[in-house]
């Protein structure tokens, strides 16, 4: 019997016990997990009281007992515990004989956001190689008109230097956006090093300070000293930090302030799988985004500042993806936003640390 019971509580979904009246008399280790409660405390208790649908879900089961059959819930089921969302589980009831059935949880919430990811991921596909092509198309007639502005710069008719200049200003500008464009449109390649990420951090936050003096922000910083360097490509973490950064002093009103945390995290992230994180908080306490702006961060395009290109967030989450890592965003309406990056602690080593310009592409 303890050999079957050790067998049931190393599989990877929940499996409970349950008798007509839909009591818990017994669970395994995962089901615990699921639940968010011990085996001590859910005994004989109904596991109704979990689920949002209790009405469906009291009616399979007394179907599976009525005809001594096994039903898979058609549809997902939402899961209410302790955490702050519902969880996405799958149910099975197996009929085992008049006084009980065996319920199955697998929890979902994963493969959902694997899904999500991979969905996002060929919309970037199809995204980069367009992107790629309306680069190249548009970059000859823009050398064409710099290459004009120029000479026009250097005509003795000063009436249309002026001209020029604007002609000029804005080329450089669209320019810009172009590069913006082919870093979205190519994979990152990743030169791993040695970095210190609280020597960056300070980097940043001193290169930032003409422009958090005329706003009169404060950076307070909260860093671990115990974290160890991580393998990463400096120069372009340094570009995610600063444009999450940039974003947070330009949400933000003057006189107020900005915390920078790191610390580390030790758990599961959906979809990724790593086992011990390095994490970078980023918090502002300005206007904070729209619930329906929230989901749309990370597509490419999408931005509401006027002089946005709406690449430097996606952008950022495809330098971190390729790092094996997540940005996550939380974010009120009136009360600010805090942005985290979570950075894989555990991987393969990394070459040997060298110096960067850190500010190059900037």
């Known amino acids: ?48 009281s979990f689920f949002a649908n209790q009405q469906l879900l009291l009616e399979q089961i007394r179907q599976c007992f009525a005809t001594g059959r096994s039903i898979n819930l058609d549809e997902l089921s939402q899961l209410r515990t302790s955490a702050s969302k519902p969880t996405p589980v799958e149910v099975i009831l197996s009929y085992h004989d008049e006084m009980s059935a065996v319920m199955v949880l697998r929890d979902m919430s994963k493969r959902i956001n694997i899904a999500k990811n991979n969905a996002l991921l060929f919309d970037y596909h199809y995204v980069e190689r367009i992107l790629s092509e309306v680069a190249h198309e548009i970059n000859n007639p823009l050398s064409a008109i710099l290459g004009s502005a120029r000479l026009i710069q250097e005509s003795k008719d000063t009436s249309v230097i002026p001209l ?36 960056l951090l300070k980097h940043l936050v001193n290169r930032q300070q003409p422009l958090l003096v005329q706003r009169e922000i404060e950076v307070r910083e909260h860093y671990d000293p115990s974290l160890p360097e991580i393998a990463a490509d400096e120069e372009k973490l340094y570009q995610v930090l600063l444009n999450i950064f940039k974003n947070a002093v330009e949400a933000s009103s003057l006189r107020s302030s900005i915390s920078i945390t790191t610390g580390v995290s030790l758990g599961d992230v959906p979809g990724i799988g790593y086992t011990t ?42 330098i971190v993806s390729a790092h094996g890592g997540k940005i996550d965003v939380e974010s009120t309406v009136g009360i600010g936003t805090v942005v985290s990056v979570f950075l894989p602690l555990k991987r393969r080593q990394a070459s040997a640390h060298q110096e960067v ?6």
């Open 277 to 318: 994180w390095l994490i970078v908080r980023i918090a502002d306490h300005g206007t904070g985004v729209a619930p329906d702006h929230k989901e749309k961060l990370f597509m490419p395009f999408f931005t509401t500042k006027p002089q946005g290109t709406g690449l430097g967030l996606p952008i950022s989450m495809k």
């Open 1 to 48: 019997m303890s050999r079957w019971k050790s067998i049931v509580n190393a599989m990877s979904f929940g499996v409970l016990v349950i008798d007509p009246d839909a009591h818990i008399q017994d669970i395994n280790h995962e089901g615990e997990s699921i639940l968010g409660t011990s085996r001590k405390r859910i005994l004989n208790t109904s596991i109704l």
């Open 357 to 362: 310009n850190y500010d190059r592409g900037q």
């Open 164 to 199: 020029a200049s604007i002609i000029s200003e804005e080329a450089l500008r669209l320019e810009g956006m172009l590069a913006n464009i082919r870093d979205f449109a190519r994979p990152p390649r990743i030169e791993y090093g040695q970095v210190n990420i609280h020597r």
